[in-house]
């Protein structure tokens, strides 16, 4: 059993105390002890980006980092960008635009697009493209979810 | 598997080689290696692990006096969006473009793919063309003491560097280039995006009225460490770059170059990129 840490941070803008091993991940920490399934488990090893979490207002592959590694830092999950007004704006022209199939890969998505939409509010299609080339789709061939980012962008003009 | 004691998260440098003298320390910064490979079992935990991210001083960029420092948490966005990086050292930012994804360059940090070490490291090999040097902090007796290796001598093989278990990477220093520098970063891989090169190139020299002075070429991917290729700068070194030039530069490649084969690709099929892509790469300079 590796040494337990505790650790304080602000989830979803909530300040929270926890206690994690010192070898857990981010991802295990958010869906195993707080209970935050959203953020989703796909390759665990940083190739797909399901499990993109923001963290001190960028994004990172939370499979990757390390939960004790959180401890001081402001974490944003999907389920706190969803309650967001940019987030929602983010949802519904993913719904517009039939950007989600079997939806696993949606969150870290949204992720990641609010993160580049927030980096460069004006960012072209092949910005977006570049922005999303961590996270892997395997349903709906990118089209659609370029589509989906490229509406919110056109729509904050 | 192996068990951590104990988890540290030091807010000063004396604090790091404090611990890191005592012993037993696996030290983490991004976790974008350290995670996978320690899950994957290839890396053992020592009974300490140390978060260095709170570490005061060791994030950012400083030129003083021509001398760029690199600071060892420095993450690969921070490079990426650094105008002088961009400017300035071309074959650094174009290896932090092609360097895995957002994600990974967000939390991936320079010291971190120093000491990974992998022979195909993205940032390696600019930073070998850059002639850059590591410099290590320990504290053997009580105050902090600084060593600088060329980042050339510091790769032994893969994974293994010149950093005894009581230093931390502090940061990478890099002599900024003289007037008239042009360098370039190529890499190959199968697709765009979170690739492992199958073989990477970095080039850099001053080229001026036609010729070529203080070059500098390294090759990722095709030998146990990044490497710098001496053959074929002697082949360029003083030469006008005309069509002559660069095919005695394409074959010297070959002698500096030590492939395997691999699931990524055969030492033949190595060796024939590593002379096509230095050749496009030698062609793209002469013709501006």
């Known amino acids: ?157 | 598997m192996s068990t951590i004691q104990h988890y540290a998260a030091p807010r000063s440098l004396e604090e790091a080689a404090d611990l890191l003298r005592q012993g037993n320390v696996t030290v983490l910064a991004g976790g974008t290696d350290l995670m996978p490979q320690s899950k994957a079992g290839k890396l053992k935990f020592q009974p300490v692990l140390m978060n260095i991210r709170n570490v005061e001083g060791l994030r950012g960029l400083t030129e003083t006096g021509g001398v760029l420092r690199i600071g060892a948490t420095t993450t690969i966005t921070d490079l990426y969006d650094s105008d002088l990086v961009k400017s300035r050292l071309a074959a650094l930012w174009q290896a932090c473009d092609h360097f895995a994804s957002d994600q990974i360059r967000n939390a991936g940090t320079i010291g971190g793919n120093i000491c990974n070490a992998s022979p195909a490291g993205d940032t390696l090999v600019p930073l070998l063309v850059l002639n850059a040097r590591v410099v290590l902090a320990a504290k053997p007796n009580g105050a902090l003491t600084q060593r600088v290796v060329p980042l050339r001598e510091f790769f032994v093989g893969p994974g293994k560097v010149r950093r005894e278990p009581s230093e931390l990477v502090a940061a990478v220093e890099i002599d900024m280039p003289p007037p008239g520098f042009v360098s370039a970063f190529f890499k190959f891989g199968t697709r765009p995006a979170l690739d492992i090169s199958t073989i990477s190139i970095g080039f850099g020299a001053v080229y001026e009225g036609g010729k070529l002075r203080d070059v500098r070429v390294a090759f990722g991917a095709v030998a146990p460490t990044p490497i710098r290729a001496p053959h074929v700068e002697a082949a360029l070194e003083g030469k006008p770059l005309n069509e002559e030039t660069i095919v005695a530069a394409c074959d010297a490649a070959g002698q500096d170059a030590r492939p395997i084969s691999d699931v990524r690709a055969s030492d033949w099929y190595r060796r024939e990129m590593v002379r096509n892509m230095l050749e496009r790469m030698l062609n793209n300079v002469r013709n501006g």
């Open chain 1, 1 to 157: 059993m590796s040494a337990m840490v505790d650790i304080t941070f602000k989830l979803n803008g909530i300040n929270r105390k926890t206690r994690v091993s010192a070898t857990m991940s981010a991802l295990d920490m958010v869906r195993d002890v707080l209970g935050l399934t959203g953020t989703k488990y796909g390759c665990g090893e940083g190739e797909c980006g399901a499990c993109t979490i923001s963290v001190d207002g960028i994004t990172l592959n939370s499979c990757l980092m390390f939960a004790a590694d959180c401890d001081g830092r402001d974490v944003m999950t999907i389920e706190g960008l969803a309650a967001d007004r940019k987030g929602e704006a983010l949802r519904d022209s993913f719904v517009e635009h039939g950007a989600v199939q079997c939806g696993f890969c949606t969150p870290g998505f949204v992720m990641q697009a609010h993160h580049v939409l927030e980096k460069n509010p004006d960012a072209s299609e092949a910005e977006i493209q570049r922005g999303i080339e961590g996270n892997l789709c395997r349903c709906t061939g990118y089209r659609k979810i370029v589509d989906a980012i490229a509406g919110v962008a056109a729509a904050a003009k």
